[in-house]
């Protein structure tokens, strides 16, 4: 690692990133907006793994960290991050991948600033924020990678990992990274991991899988229990879109395999088959014109960002207004640039501190399906 510390000077930075409304289709609210496929084999091969039924206190912890043998080695889509020993410093770039450190009470040395849903022009979510400053950090390390990755500001911060479990780095990205410390990136598609796989491989490039695996399932638990008080989701069919009123000849449907659509499914809803026989191997997303609209029409549910005139304007559209959901008013419209938008690409952080917003809304949805 320490050869890869020693390139931290002048590395040029990667092209600029699309815009802020690209971003909000295409990555999820990440960060850079790359859809380069790896060719890799999507694995993790630790040489050995942590029990599964660990929790992540400090006992579990010290189990945790003897069970994980070094060098560790994780595949993903870009290559593989070998990893010698157990990390001291690390590093996340991207969406969200702070949440998983921080979660499992590991204070990174210096992660992605967020670039959606910050109303207190602070850098951070709100869940982000109060998890810095229940471990005691006040002015943590904020990498401005808006306009690109900041690989000198990366390399400045002397990681030994860095965490990029769901992001969207290109291949090129990755080689220069790679030249820093490891790197953990996405196993298949940029831009398409769960939370859960979020979890799952950031953990591990920690060093923590038995926590980590505890994290997934206290998470889990967490849902299971929240959603138990609105039995009226269950089962329901539903989509989460993007619909801008400035133009309503087309919108975008996010996919089962995009973490917004994965996470309807937590919720107990699921995808119709007319919308999911349209999805085509490896995409996240769906562009539908106006005129075929009715691949909503046995959709009980629509999820998108706008404001409080988008449901008006959707129903009194000549096209979009015959689908039922909307002339039902059985929408529901997340304030675009709110902590709530952003939390549509889960973490753990997030998913504990908007849910009740959340489920309350889609329980009132609810209530419209079939007028």
Known sequence: ??????????????????????????????????????????????????????????????????????????????????????????????????????ALGVVPVGFSEANYGVQDGSGLLPWTKQKLEELGVTAPNLFKDTDGLDFEAISDAEPDVILAAYSGITQEDYATLSKIAPVVAYQTTPWVTSWREQIQYDSLGMGLQAEGEQLIKDTEKFIEEKVAAYPELQGKTAAFAYIS???????????????????????????????????????????????NADILNDTDIIVTYGDDKLLAALQADPLLGKVPAIANGAVVVIGDGTPLAASGTPSPLSIQYTLDEYLGLLGEAAKKVNG
């Not at 590395?11 to 850079?32: D, E, K, R, V, Y």
């Not at 973490?259 to 919308?275: A, C, W």
């Open 245 to 291: 009123a400035a133009d309503l000849s087309s919108f975008y449907v996010y996919t089962p395999g995009d973490p917004r659509g994965d996470f309807l499914t937590d919720l107990g809803m699921k995808y119709s088959e007319n919308v999911t026989s349209k999805v085509e191997a490896g995409s996240f997303y769906l562009t539908v014109s106006a005129e």
């Open 1 to 102: 690692m320490n050869t890869q510390r020693n390139t931290r000077r002048k590395i040029a930075l990667p092209t600029m990133f699309a815009s802020l409304a690209l971003m909000l289709l295409l990555a999820g609210c990440g960060g850079n907006n790359n859809n380069n496929n790896g060719s890799a084999s999507p694995s993790a091969s630790p040489s050995e793994s942590a029990p599964a039924s660990a929790s992540a206190s400090s006992e579990a912890s010290a189990s945790s960290e003897s069970a994980v043998q070094y060098p560790l080695t994780i595949k993903h889509a870009l290559g593989e991050a070998v990893i010698e020993k157990k990390p001291e410093r690390v590093v996340t770039i991207s969406w969200a991948n702070q949440d998983v450190a921080l």
